[in-house]
């Protein structure tokens, strides 16, 4: 196995072969120092290890757990961390200041998971957007497994719905 290559947040990255049975997330905080995205399960289970991903050859975002995903499998990989979301001119993403303005979390540890799992969502919704009656459905989808120690189930939910059925395009 040769040296892989992939992006984080728009920089190149390149892994030798001794380091390849890390686990993204492990890479990400200790290589990298991007402590957005949390460690919690171990197991693949809650998603607060989230991050967003274009796998090699689709256009597609998708969420995809870190703490279980090697770094051998990210090769040729786009990936979005909870510290690339702001807009490019610091302004937050309107999911990060939906979030905000419906204080949709407590102690914050599982927000870069539920974030980035519905940055997904919205590019998705970008291109296909869906009737208004399916938003419940689609962020239920996103969403939905997602696990929340401080119970904001409802608030993230309730933000994620408002802020898509308020940007034009995502909807019909």
Not at 42 to 64: F, N, R, S
Request: glycine content about 8%; charged content about 25%; aromatic content about 6%.
């Amino acid at each position: 196995m040769a040296e892989i290559e992939f992006s984080v947040n728009g920089q190149p990255v390149h892994v030798p072969e001794d380091k390849q049975e890390m686990s993204l997330l492990e890479y990400l905080q200790e290589e990298m120092r991007l402590t957005g995205t949390k460690f919690c399960c171990g197991i693949g289970v809650c998603q607060a290890c989230t991050v967003a991903v274009k796998q090699k050859g689709k256009d597609e975002l998708k969420p995809t757990v870190t703490c279980v995903t090697p770094l051998k499998a990210v090769d040729g990989w786009r990936i979005q961390t909870v510290e690339g979301v702001a807009l490019p001119d610091g302004t937050l993403h309107p999911i990060q200041a939906a979030f905000l303005d419906e204080f949709a979390f407590q102690c914050g540890y599982c927000t870069p998971g539920f974030l980035m799992a519905s940055i997904a969502l919205w590019e998705k919704l970008k291109k296909k957007p869906v009737p208004k009656d399916k938003v419940k459905d689609v962020v239920m989808d996103a969403i939905g497994t997602h696990i929340c120690r401080c119970t904001g189930y409802v608030r993230y939910h309730h933000a994620l719905r408002k802020v898509i059925l308020a940007e034009p395009g995502l909807t019909v």
